[in-house]
Nanobody, 128 residues
Framework: QLVESGGGLVQPGGSLNLSCSASGFTLDFYGIGWVRQAPGKVREGGEGVSCISINGDTYLADSVKGRFTISRDNAKNMVYLQMNSLKPEDPGDYFC?????????????????????WGKGTLVTVSS
């Protein structure tokens, strides 16, 4: 089970740090990603904003590059998404995702490649 936390309401230009924890399995052996989707829409149609591979290689979508950072702490079985300089176009449900075939380096060309396991999401709202 993947569980996200850290969402909330923030003003434009503000920051949030999302967390993804896992129960029942060890994150060390999987690539982990973050997907955002507008509330009420099909999650599988969302944008893969960031991904971190088993060896620590990362992917960031152009829309968040320079503002978001993904990291993992294998000792705590956690993955984080630090979001800075949040913009009005950043809101949505943010889902932590994984899959046995998840391959971060393919996400630029094949959105959400290998994702087959989703958390329930955490809502991010950006508003003044």
């Amino acid at each position: 089970q993947l569980v996200e936390s850290g969402g909330g309401l923030v003003q434009p230009g503000g920051s949030l740090n999302l967390s993804c924890s896992a129960s029942g399995f060890t994150l060390d052996f999987y690539g982990i990603g973050w997907v955002r989707q507008a509330p009420g829409k099909v999650r599988e149609g969302g944008e893969g904003v960031s991904c971190i591979s088993i060896n620590g290689d990362t992917y960031l979508a152009d829309s968040v590059k320079g503002r978001f950072t993904i990291s993992r702490d294998n000792a705590k079985n956690m993955v984080y998404l630090q979001m800075n300089s949040l913009k009005p176009e950043d809101p949505g449900d943010y889902f932590c995702v994984t899959g046995t075939l998840l391959t971060c380096r393919l996400w630029r060309d094949f959105n959400l490649y290998g994702v087959n396991y989703w958390g329930k999401g955490t809502l991010v709202t950006v508003s003044s």
